[in-house]
Nanobody
């Protein structure tokens, strides 16, 4: 069983930056597609970015060029650097680990972009 825990959320002004971290335990981290998702009030959960075991990245159109996802297999961790944040980026951000018979979610971390 894979367990993931997010950290790094908070309140930031528009135009600011935050870096979210996700630490995974259990299983074989190197084999998983790791993703960041977000859910704003009244909205469905949506993909922000993901990164394959080989390092291939995918981004939502709304964050491309502003967010950067990365992984550190030695630390069983995935990160997302979020720059030029906008009020519409406000949401709970979730980490996901996906593999064969694996689909694990964290509890989420709140990101609020407001002046």
């Amino acid at each position: 069983q894979v367990h993931v825990v997010e950290s790094g959320g908070g309140l930031v002004q528009p135009g600011g930056s935050l870096r979210l971290s996700c630490a995974a335990s259990g299983g074989n981290f190197r084999l998983y597609v790791m993703g960041w998702y977000r859910q704003a009030p009244g909205n469905e959960r949506e993909l922000v970015a993901n990164i394959s075991p080989g390092g291939h990245t995918t981004y939502a159109a709304s964050v491309k060029g502003r967010f950067t996802i990365s992984r550190d297999n030695a630390r069983n961790s995935v990160f997302v650097q979020m720059d030029t944040l906008r009020p519409e980026d406000t949401a709970v951000y979730f980490c996901n680990a996906r593999g064969v018979a694996i689909d694990s979610w964290g509890q989420g971390t709140q990101v609020t972009v407001s002046s």
